[in-house]
């Protein structure tokens, strides 16, 4: 029997078992389930030899140490940062208790909710660990001055300094909170990605705020028992910070003194003006030139690609064309697994989806970023070449997995062309996909489907038919098909035929001339196909596409690392020049889905904004304060834009939630230091 798919598992011929998660399930008990029935099952069968091929425990397991690692950085800078800014060992005292507290309280509670520990729950707890010290440090602070400023006793010191920073603290992290809620209904894509963030950044806070009023004021019993006088360390790291970044201040001071000196008004507006011009410069200019991406470029260590041979060809032929390639993948020392489908099977999704029995979709693991020298981008260029050096290869795509952050979109840039006749794509594809590879920063462009399958057509002479007392329905149903049935065409403009695909048995598949030989039972005895019918030999669509009730063909494009809105303006500026005519053309790559997501999370930051500015208001009982507040926040866009530029990477999900948590950074500290300035004006 015809084979219309296979598997390759590590370079053999094999039989793949795929396990997967149920929705909302964990990925690595999951696996660890797996891995223990499979140990099992080779205890059982000892004449079987099981392997794993593909599994993104790997990665995961990476990304968790990752996470962990960078927790205990952000630990170590962030207490590095207070002892050289403060100098002063008990805030380093104070941080080393709240931070665990914190850490742990906040997972009691996601579990209590129903959550886990993730790689999201990391990230957020360390985007908060700088705001989870500020509380602690701010109270501990306050209470030290009371005690070295006010001369008041250890109970008071304690007692009016928390009083004291109680509300401004608590403003500070409602206003906080107020910019970020939003993101929790912001729906789609955003939602999916951000919502544990968010939560998590949320639930940390709250937390963060209980213990700066509750634990930092009772440590403050233990840490300010024995006085307030600092060691000479710390006094020597005071006069190192007065020494240096402390300078800061006079600076500072000169332009406050500037913009209230003779004809301030002038000077202010002169002031504005010029950061207001560097803000226009930054947004207009340094954003367009660093592009965005619906979410950053990263080395996974899993690698996909998609091989198509002849669409003539069986899943036989495909296989003995790729093992050259499979014998030397296997020797890379980069290489730890292999998985390899070739066609498709009905209803088996992990199998192919709709691919031809000449295309193999691989997937191949590699070890860790860390314990290779080459990344994953260059491992591609080294794989991508192999391939295409292969017989009768006809395309190859090898790209990151996680190239597109949707798996319902093909491929970072999806060019989608639309007709009434299929017939015309083909030929408008190609036009597309030639203008395409002009566009700096594709490593290969290729169409879903072409002109490229043979078929052989049959048009039975009807007066020679009824001569051996035949009809077209009697030869057909002589023809080895398997017992496939076979759609017949006549003359009569009434009749709507659908074409299907059919094979032949074993014997006259071989070779196409030798459907002429094919007897068919007559009532004069048996005679060749050829004295019956005509045959003629042509190319036909090797598989159709519909969307959007129309006909289509995507042409899709694979990249490194250039930024989707970039690399996309571009593509649709070549494609109008080639002068495509007669279809309809839209993108529906990452850019689609980014478009939709970055509407979304503008939509949320306003309604924040909104959320902001009723918070402030009630927290200065003032608009114009609060209004001004509001008005001062896009200027950190100005360090935004300049920093990422800096660091080469592109306006994202991510860094837009970053510069959202920026201005709830910059609203807290705001609401501590009026707080302050308002009490020291009122005395």
């Known amino acids: 029997q015809t084979r219309f798919s296979g598997y390759l598992g590590n370079g053999k011929p094999a039989i793949a078992v795929a396990i997967q998660r149920a929705p909302g399930g964990s990925v690595l008990a999951t696996s660890t389930a797996g891995r223990q029935e ?6 059982r069968y000892r004449n079987i030899n099981f392997e794993l091929t593909d599994t993104q425990r790997i990665l995961i397991e990476t990304a968790n140490t990752n996470m962990l690692e960078a927790l205990r950085d952000a630990i170590i800078f962030t207490l590095l940062v207070i002892l050289l800014f403060l100098g002063n060992f008990r805030a380093i005292i104070a941080a080393l208790a709240s931070i665990p507290m914190v850490f742990f309280a906040t997972i009691a509670i996601r579990w209590m909710m129903g959550g886990d520990l993730n790689i999201v729950v990391y990230t957020a707890i360390i985007l908060a660990l700088g705001m989870l010290v500020d509380d602690a440090v701010v109270v501990l602070e306050n209470i030290e001055r ?4 006010m001369k008041e006793g250890l109970q008071n010191a304690i007692i009016h300094g928390t009083k004291e920073v109680v509300g401004p603290v608590f403003a500070g992290t409602i206003a906080t909170i107020a910019i ?3 993101f929790l209904f912001v729906g789609d894509f955003p939602q999916q990605i951000f919502r544990q963030l968010i939560t998590t950044l949320i639930i940390a806070l709250l937390v963060s705020y209980f213990l700066s009023i509750t634990f930092i004021p009772s440590l403050c019993f233990y840490l300010y028992r024995k006085g307030h006088n600092k060691m000479r360390v710390e006094i020597w790291l005071e006069t190192l910070y007065e020494n240096t970044f402390g300078r800061l201040i006079g600076p500072y001071i000169s332009i406050l003194k500037f913009s209230h000196g003779g004809r301030s008004v002038i000077r202010r507006v002169a002031m504005t003006v010029g950061v207001l011009a560097i803000l226009v410069l930054s947004v207009k200019n340094v954003m367009p030139i660093i592009g965005k991406d619906l979410m950053p470029p990263m080395d996974t260590g899993i690698i996909k690609a998609h091989v198509k041979f002849s669409a003539n060809e069986t899943v036989d032929q495909a296989e003995n064309r790729l093992k050259p390639f499979i014998t030397w993948l296997h020797k890379q020392p980069e290489v730890l697994m292999s998985s390899i489908t070739f066609g498709s099977e009905p209803g088996v999704l992990s199998l192919g989806s709709g691919s031809l029995p000449s295309e193999a979709k691989m997937t191949i693991n590699c070890v860790n970023r860390f314990k290779r020298k080459k990344n994953i981008w260059q491992l591609e260029d080294e794989f991508r070449a192999r391939l295409m050096a292969l017989k009768n290869v006809k395309g190859v795509d090898v790209y990151d997995f996680g190239a597109t952050p949707m798996s319902s979109i093909k491929a970072p840039v999806d060019t989608r062309i639309y007709a009434e006749d299929y017939h015309i794509l083909p030929a408008a594809a190609k036009k597309a996909a030639a203008a395409m590879k002009t566009v700096r920063g594709f490593t290969s462009v290729d169409t879903s489907w072409d002109n490229d399958f ?3 057509r049959l048009e039975i002479n009807t007066n020679r038919a009824l001569a051996y007392g035949m009809t077209p329905t009697s030869i057909a149903a002589q023809l080895p098909l398997s017992g496939i049935p076979v759609a017949l065409s006549g ?6 035929t659908q ?7 074993h014997g006259f598949d071989g070779k196409l001339e030798n459907l002429a030989l094919i007897p068919i039972q007559t009532a004069k005895g048996p005679v060749p196909l050829s004295a019956l019918a005509k045959i003629s030999y042509g190319f036909t669509a090797n598989k ?3 969307n959007d009730m129309l006909y289509s063909i995507d042409v899709s494009g694979y990249r490194r690392t250039r930024p989707i809105s970039i690399i996309t303006a571009d593509t649709v500026k070549a494609i109008k020049a080639a002068g495509i005519k007669g279809v309809k053309i839209d993108q529906q790559g990452d850019i689609f889905q980014m478009k939709d997501s970055f509407s979304r999370i503008i939509k ?9 500015l009723l918070c402030l208001t009630a927290i200065y009982q003032s608009t114009r304060m609060a209004v001004v507040m509001i008005l001062v926040l896009p200027l950190s866009m100005i360090g935004a834009s300049w920093g990422m530029l800096t660091f080469n990477k592109p306006s994202c999900m991510p860094s837009m939630v970053g510069i959202m948590l920026l201005f709830g950074i910059i609203i807290k500290n705001s609401v501590l230091l009026i707080d302050f300035y308002q009490q020291h004006r009122a005395k």
Do not use: C
């Open 38 to 43: 499979i140990a099992r099952l080779k205890a």
């Open 180 to 182: 970020m809620f939003p």
């Open 544 to 546: 159709i596409e519909r």
């Open 604 to 612: 949320a930051i306003s309604i924040g904004i909104v959320l902001l």
């Open 491 to 496: 003359n009569l403009v009434s009749m709507n």
């Open 499 to 505: 074409f299907v695909r059919l094979y032949f048995n």
């Open 454 to 456: 043979t078929e052989a």
């Open 146 to 149: 009371h005690l070295k400023e």
